[in-house]
């Protein structure tokens, strides 16, 4: 198989993506494939956190970019899953000590060495943004349903229309389904038709997301949580399978059905 | 559905507000033009069209729509209805 350089990104701060790229890896780890997680986010690192693998770190990628280390070095080994690996970013640095071509000089390396490689890109859409997208194959896009990160979410995926990176994916995270049924929160169908793109994935609102990075431990890896399978669902996707969309309303009500209607039934 | 849930007391769902404001919004964003620059726009397609034609500028209607993520300027022009002579 050819490696996928996957970043995920989202314009505004706080929806869901260093948790997402934290639960995907696993996912896909669990799956067998080599995934090696990079902290695009120099200066706010989290990755590390929300993957239990802080006390770990020992290089960085700031550390890869000036020779300081081999790349090898600075991939830290989860114990869990001997096929995940944490690239970390630098905490003491800032985005300017990297550059886009830089993260392409990596990530060309890393196709030697793995299926996947995930970018945690930072918020906003400045050069830490530029840095994570310059090498990926694909963008996921973490939205939640609410105006401000559905505008955000626009402006970013109109820059990677700009930018000719094609091959994206739209991920609605923190969908509280009973909030959609009484009408005071945006639908799937309501993201969908605003930022017209594909969609990879609805991962409901789960305490247990919280629960998990309180431990360092994502909730894929122990998880029957119905967010843990939205996010096992997500990886299905990356690797080519079609898997349903979750029904996100036990009493299937007039929500899941309009939704499985507007899927066609998928 | 607006009309009956006036005469019911009942708000619109938050989520329909959402949904609209995020419309315009994102049509702003996505194209620069602002409410100023369509007024303008509208203004002179007005003067230049009335040159050779007979329109009620009142009746005249621009809009920016979606589809998809491409956006299209749509001119809403109604022609003045002439009164057809009858021949005889």
């Given at each position: 198989m050819t490696t996928k350089v996957v970043t995920i990104a989202s314009g505004k701060g706080g929806v869901g993506k260093t948790t997402a790229v934290a639960n995907i890896a696993v996912a896909l780890a669990q799956d067998g494939q080599k995934v090696i997680c990079i902290?695009?986010?120099?200066?706010?690192?989290?990755?590390?956190?929300?993957?239990?693998?802080?006390?770990?770190?020992v290089y960085d990628i700031v550390d890869v970019v000036e020779g300081r280390c081999r790349l090898r070095q600075a991939m830290i080994r989860d114990k869990r899953l001997p096929?995940?690996?944490?690239?970390?970013?630098?905490?003491?640095?800032?985005?300017?000590?990297?550059?886009?071509?830089?993260?392409?000089?990596?990530?060309?390396?890393?196709?030697?060495?793995?299926?996947?490689v995930l970018i945690d890109s930072?918020?906003?859409?400045?050069?830490?943004?530029?840095?994570?997208?310059?090498?990926?194959?694909?963008?996921?896009?973490?939205?939640?349903?609410?105006?401000?990160?559905?505008?955000?979410?626009?402006?970013?995926?109109g820059i990677l229309e700009a930018e000719g990176k094609n091959d994206q994916g739209l991920i609605i995270n923190r969908l509280n389904p009973s909030m959609v049924k009484r009408g005071d929160m945006l639908s799937v169908d309501d993201v969908l038709d605003l930022l017209a793109i594909?969609?990879?994935?609805?991962?409901?609102?789960?305490?247990?997301?919280?629960?998990?990075?309180?431990?360092?431990?994502?909730?894929?890896?122990?998880?029957k949580s119905r967010a843990s399978q939205a996010f096992m669902n997500i990886s299905q996707r990356l690797q080519g399978h079609k898997v349903p969309f979750l029904d996100l309303d036990e009493h299937d009500g007039l929500w899941s059905k309009l939704t499985k209607f507007a899927r066609g039934g998928e | 559905m607006d009309f009956l849930n006036r005469v019911m007391g009942h708000k619109p769902k938050s989520a329909k507000n959402a949904k609209?404001?995020?419309?315009?919004?994102?049509?702003?964003?996505?194209?620069?033009?602002?409410?100023?620059?369509?007024?303008?726009?509208?203004?002179?397609?007005?003067?230049?069209?009335?040159?050779?034609?007979?329109?009620?500028?009142?009746?005249?209607?621009?809009?920016?729509?979606?589809?998809?993520?491409?956006?299209?300027?749509?001119?809403?022009?109604?022609?003045?209805?002439?009164?057809?002579?009858?021949?005889?």
């Open positions: 902290d695009g986010d120099i200066g706010l690192r989290n990755l590390d956190v929300v993957m239990g693998l802080e006390n770990r770190i096929e995940l690996f944490l690239i970390p970013a630098a905490q003491t640095r800032d985005k300017n000590a990297v550059s886009p071509s830089d993260m392409v000089r990596v990530c060309d390396e890393l196709r030697q060495e793995c299926d996947w930072p918020a906003g859409i400045e050069r830490g943004f530029r840095n994570t997208i310059a090498p990926a194959d694909k963008v996921l896009i973490v939205t939640n349903p609410e105006v401000s990160a559905v505008r955000d979410a626009d402006r970013v995926i594909e969609l990879v994935g609805i991962v409901p609102e789960d305490e247990n997301v919280i629960v998990g990075s309180n431990r360092g431990t994502p909730i894929v890896l122990d998880g | 609209d404001r995020l419309q315009l919004v994102l049509i702003n964003d996505r194209t620069d033009i602002t409410p100023a620059v369509l007024d303008a726009l509208q203004a002179e397609l007005i003067e230049v069209i009335s040159r050779h034609v007979d329109i009620d500028p009142s009746m005249v209607r621009i809009d920016v729509e979606h589809e998809g993520r491409s956006q299209r300027l749509i001119a809403d022009i109604p022609l003045r209805s002439v009164p057809r002579r009858r021949a005889g």
